[in-house]
């Protein structure tokens, strides 16, 4: 039977001894005291999981297990104890507290019974949080707490390595599983190994496995073919992914929604979406209902090609579908209408998402204030954010949105009393919201302000970009302000914000001017080098 050759040993080097030794006493989280009140009389092991799974705070929950091991009369953890605690810890990546109660589970007297879905879910979360290897060492160490380790706790541990981009050690203990385990692969198994070699651009190798899988008694499946085909897809090549379409068909499989999703997708990255939509007019034909990820491949694909009528009826049917579209699929639809000239229609659109119960976020939010102020329209873009307001909490970036195009059609006014607003509640502005009302004022013949407004981001913290610099330095220079236009210069010296290009604009500005020029230079020279 084919199989890449893969060093079985490679994952050898992993086993710990220490995996199970106290790692972190449990000293501090023992209390004289109940850790919570009221706390119950009687206490059985039912009603602390339930205790325990309720509970928010993590080392309180810890707390709670504890006391109850050493202080509540009468009672004794068992396993299902031992689970609810390992699984919340282990859930919120409290690493250490699970090792020292995986050793004291391991050496409990008298010794208690545990099942594999313990360890599943600890595999299972190590992994979530990129430690690969800690979950290869309770792999290997499941024997040790009388436990016969399963082909679930396999196939885990490989979806655990495949996330973790560890492609090679999914051939080694697919190809070592039963020797070295006593585990005998399943379709699923198989499947996972396909999946790793899909994603290690393996995908000739991975069609031969497809081809040996029925020596091992098994049947490749939908999943199998769908692997493979995504394979293909996402090396661009179409020709190859219709193979094993047909190849699929030959032996039986219907594609599904996921299988036609997966082709859709590689067509539109390849911009033949001519032939994308004739592979979704199949999928209708042949009864299969598209969902919201079938939507979101077609309707990016038409946004990207400046289709934008066609993406707004496909994105009407999605909500009439009742699939709720996420936030990006959003702004790629508003940005194309408003791209096409369709503000007007954007904006119908978001009172009709609104009417759809789809709730609109900061992000779509921003990006549908930028084009009303593209188009001119400040006022309504700041009706729009006064309607969001009443209901959610504007992040930085709608402010910034707002106050940037209120800036750029001088309404500086308004630009104000938004800036107001946004420091009332606590928002900090940033370096860009700085940069964005400097610009403004300057740009409308507020120099001295805008030169006051850089102070103070200055001492703030922030830093002014380059342009900034310029603009007011250009602004100065127009109304004679010279001391105040070398100012700028020290300020940008200072910053070490300013490259070479900055440098010959400021000097050439000052080109003529023997006196002032030499005081540039003195500034040049007392400053940090140029970039």
Not at 237 to 263: H, N
Request: proline share 5%; hydrophobic share 40%; aromatic share 10%.
């Amino acid at each position: 039977m084919f199989f890449p050759r893969v060093n079985a040993t490679r994952f050898q080097p992993l086993v710990a001894p220490r995996l199970f030794s106290a790692a972190a006493p449990l000293l501090k989280y023992c209390t004289e005291k109940p850790p919570i009140k009221p706390w119950p009389e009687r206490l059985f092991p039912k009603r602390l999981v339930s205790m325990i799974t309720q509970q928010q705070n993590i080392d309180l929950a810890l707390q709670i297990f504890i006391y109850a091991g050493k202080s509540h009369p009468g009672f004794t953890h068992n396993y299902d104890t031992y689970h609810s605690i390992l699984f919340k810890l282990s859930r919120a990546r409290a690493f250490d507290p699970v090792e020292s109660l995986l050793a004291d589970l391991r050496k409990s007297y008298p010794p208690i019974k545990c099942g594999e879905n313990l360890f599943i879910d600890l595999l299972r979360n190590y992994g979530l949080a990129g430690r690969f290897e800690t979950s290869i060492r309770i792999f290997l160490r499941i024997p040790d707490f009388g436990v016969k380790r399963s082909v679930r706790s396999l196939n885990t541990l490989l979806n655990v390595l495949i996330q973790n981009r560890k492609f090679d050690l999914v051939h080694a203990m697919f190809k070592n599983s039963k020797e070295s385990f006593g585990i005998t692969p399943n379709i699923f198994t198989c499947n996972l190994l396909v999946k790793a070699l899909c994603k290690k651009n393996d995908i000739e190798i991975a069609f031969k496995v497809l081809d040996e899988i029925p020596a091992m008694g098994l049947v490749p499946n939908l999943v199998t073919y769908t692997t493979i085909l995504g394979g293909y897809v996402a090396r661009g090549d179409m020709e190859a992914a219709k193979k094993v379409l047909g190849k699929m068909l030959d032996r039986g499989w219907d594609p599904d929604v996921i299988t036609y999703t997966v082709l859709m997708d590689g067509y539109c990255k390849l911009g033949r979406f001519s032939e994308a939509a004739e592979v979704m007019d199949d999928m209708e034909r042949n009864e299969i209902e598209p969902n919201e990820v079938t939507y979101g491949v077609m309707i990016g694909a038409l946004c990207k090609e400046k289709r934008s009528g066609e993406a707004r009826n496909m994105f009407d049917e999605m909500l009439e579908r009742s699939f709720m579209p996420d936030s990006s699929l959003c702004c790629k639809v508003i940005d194309a209408l408003c791209e096409d000239h369709k503000v007007d229609e954007a904006c119908t659109l978001w009172r009709k998402m609104l009417k759809n119960n789809c709730m609109p976020d900061n992000a779509l939010l921003s990006t549908l204030i930028h084009w009303l102020c593209k188009e001119g329209r400040v006022s309504e873009a700041r009706k729009l954010f006064d309607e969001f307001e009443k209901g959610s909490i504007p992040s930085l970036m709608t402010y910034n949105t707002l106050i940037s195009g209120m800036c750029e059609k001088g309404a500086l006014t308004e630009a104000g009393r938004l800036w107001d607003d946004m420091v009332e509640r606590k928002c900090k502005p940033n370096a860009f919201t700085y940069n964005v009302l400097i610009e403004g004022l300057s740009k409308n013949g507020n120099v001295k302000e805008g030169v006051r407004v850089l102070e103070e981001m200055l001492e703030n913290g922030c830093f002014p970009n380059k342009t900034t610099f310029l603009i007011l330095f250009e602004g100065l220079q127009k109304l004679g302000k010279e001391e105040d236009a070398i100012k700028i210069v020290s300020m940008a010296v200072m910053s070490g914000k300013v490259d070479r290009e900055s440098w010959e604009l400021f000097l050439k500005k000052f080109a003529g001017e023997v006196d002032t020029g030499v005081l540039v230079l003195k500034e040049l020279l007392r400053g940090s080098s140029v970039s």
